[in-house]
């Protein structure tokens, strides 16, 4: 993967109530050129907003390519870095504890777009500043406001 495209992939989940409306925004950089991506469910958890997050990212690509991402979602970092992801799938989408795994539609679906790509994770503290960061948590909170049918200041009633 030498002479594949380097992408910063910067990816947030938000949800009001857990479940409830929720939304998620990432943003692909590559070199000086930069694309935001968001959208919102009316009904869904903040971890599947996380999660959909990135692999809306990931299918924004239309070749392979080494993908740095940065996430605040410790449960995405760890299901794909720890390889708890990949565990559950060979084990029929069970834990250890022979409970089942949450989101095995969406672990499934991910892992098949980073097998397509060199992804790395990076976990970043959420709500620390990081300028990226703060940016997809404000596009998660339009796309979840937007779900749940809030309306913004300035529309028209």
């Given at each position: ?52 997050a ?84 404000k596009l ?18």
């Amino acid at each position: 993967m030498t002479n594949f495209k380097t992408i910063d992939l910067y990816c947030d989940g938000a949800c009001a109530g857990n479940p409830g409306p929720g939304g998620w925004g990432a943003i692909l950089r590559y070199g000086t050129r930069e694309k935001e991506l968001s959208g919102g469910e009316a009904q869904t958890t903040n971890n599947r907003m996380e999660l959909t997050a990135l692999l809306e990212g990931l299918r924004a690509l239309k070749e392979p390519c080494r993908v740095r991402v940065w996430t605040d979602s410790e449960y995405m970092a760890n299901g794909i870095n720890k390889g708890w992801a990949r565990g559950w799938r060979r084990n029929g989408w069970r834990k250890s504890d022979k409970k089942p795994a949450l989101n095995p539609d969406l672990w499934e679906a991910l892992l098949d777009e980073i097998d397509r790509h060199d992804v790395t994770i990076h976990w970043v503290r959420g709500h620390s500043g990081h300028p990226e960061n703060e940016r997809c948590d404000k596009l998660a909170v339009q796309a979840r406001d937007q779900a749940a049918g809030f309306r913004n200041q300035g529309d028209e009633i």
